[in-house]
């Protein structure tokens, strides 16, 4: 049996780490937080698209997880999908990275293949990984296998998974790549060799920047839309009946996540500091979905203004408060900004979300329980605001009992107390 060892146990190692299992691998999930560990080997996942029975199944077959890294020197193969948030300098915080890279080195035996997975700019693969992991000792593409293959799991999509989602992988040699594509293949559907690991980086940077931008647009024009009273989700219904040259993006209350609002930046400071200018379709998108919230906020205050109300004391409900639809994970959620402004303004917040029992935005609001009844809620609120379309949301009794909605998400119809962003 295989043997392989997964570094960083959260949204995207442990799915990755599971599947490998179901396919035959013995799995060991190597994690920093001790609490983590145990509570997996309990049988308790912490990621929505893990549930606890195929994790307690994947323990009775060839799962563990372990907070020593020890079992590296037996693996045939290392993965590593741990966190590379935004530095202060806006280039990914690659301290996870390089603290596991040392970790792999310190355990690596020849022969092993190692494969990078977090998001980050191209050129890390080979600039930082691999002297950490080889530290000279082998021949890379002979005894030492090096690759990168971006992570594109979709948290919360039933249609695609670890399986089924189109796998990229690009090594430091042409062996690299022919060692991953066969590694991945055993559990993914389709592998896509890339020509290098830079090019895998990219491929990665590319898909998100790409959403970004095209969120943006959307995000932009809505906004004129509304003062030209255009219906923009109609033409955007309109022009995707067109079989080819176009893909839908609908506007909403900003990005979220760990991946769309933070990637971009990993390029565009990258082009920054190599090359002395600016990705400017990457600053223009940031700009304005970071202003997203804040038109938001805008629209609701002149909403309860055309009804002869101020923001200042409004009882002001928020429906969904993760960054998107059916998964819980609020990471850089648009809802934290609404609310701040919101509540700086002198709004009274409340909020249900089925998935988000408790919300602390920061700024002084406190910590939030979500509301039980929805619906009773938004009936003595002034305004609610739709931010998320969670399937388990009973839109229809909303609509009905709410005093005044402002959808951010098209997830009602229109109505004379119903206003679209
Ligand atoms: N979440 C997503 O939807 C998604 C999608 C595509 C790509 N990515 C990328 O994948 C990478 C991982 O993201 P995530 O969402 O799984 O993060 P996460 O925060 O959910 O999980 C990371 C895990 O790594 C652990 N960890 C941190 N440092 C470690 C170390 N030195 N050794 C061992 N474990 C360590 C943490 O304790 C945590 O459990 C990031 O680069 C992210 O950008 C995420």
Request: glycine share 8%; with cysteine.
């Amino acid at each position: 049996m295989s043997k392989l060892v997964v570094v960083g146990q959260g949204y995207v190692g442990l799915p990755m780490a599971i599947r490998a299992a179901e396919a035959g691998f013995e799995v060991v999930g190597v994690d920093v937080h001790g609490r983590t560990v145990d509570d997996l080997n309990n049988g308790q996942s912490h990621i929505d698209d893990v549930s606890d029975a195929e994790l307690k199944r994947a323990l009775s077959t060839g799962y563990r997880a372990s907070v020593d890294p020890s079992s590296i020197s037996e693996a045939d193969v290392v993965v590593v999908c741990v966190p590379t948030p935004l530095s202060g300098d806006g280039g990914p915080d690659l301290k996870a990275v390089v603290a596991s890279a040392e970790t792999i080195g310190s355990f690596l035996s020849a022969g092993t293949l190692c494969v990078l997975e977090s998001t980050t700019y191209p050129g890390t693969t080979e600039e930082v990984f691999e002297p950490l992991v080889n530290r000279g000792r082998y021949t890379v593409g002979e005894d030492l296998f090096i690759a990168f293959s971006p992570e594109r799991i979709d948290p919360g999509n039933k249609k695609y998974g670890v399986r089924n989602t189109p796998k990229v992988v690009g090594g430091m040699t042409q062996a690299c790549t022919n060692r991953a594509r066969d590694f991945y293949a055993q559990f993914v559907d389709t592998v896509v060799p890339a020509a290098g690991c830079k090019e895998a980086e990219m491929a990665k940077l590319l898909e998100n920047t790409f959403r970004h931008v095209n969120i943006a647009l959307v995000n932009e024009m809505v906004r004129f839309c509304n003062e030209l009273d255009i219906d923009l989700w109609n033409a955007i219904d309109c022009a995707e009946s067109k079989p080819f040259g176009f893909m839908a993006f609908r506007p909403g209350p900003g990005v979220g996540g760990h991946c769309i609002p933070i990637d971009p930046s990993y390029l565009s400071h990258r082009v920054k500091a190599k090359l002395g200018y600016a990705f400017r379709m990457v600053e223009l998108a940031e700009e304005i979905n970071h202003a997203a919230p804040d038109y938001v906020a805008s629209r609701a205050r002149d909403f309860l203004n055309d009804a002869g109300l101020a923001v200042n004391g409004a009882s002001v409900l928020l429906v969904g408060v993760s960054y998107k639809p059916n998964i819980s994970d609020r990471r850089e959620s648009p809802a934290d900004p609404l609310a701040l402004r919101l509540a700086s303004w002198g709004a009274k917040i409340s909020y249900h979300d089925p998935l988000v029992p408790e919300w602390s935005p920061s700024g002084g609001i406190g910590s939030l329980q979500s509301v039980a009844d929805v619906s009773e809620v938004a009936a003595s609120s002034d305004l609610t605001i739709v931010l998320q379309e969670h399937a388990s949301i009973d839109f229809e009794s909303l609509a009905e009992s709410a005093k005044r909605i402002l959808d951010t998400k098209a997830a009602l119809p229109r109505a004379g107390h119903i206003a679209r962003l």
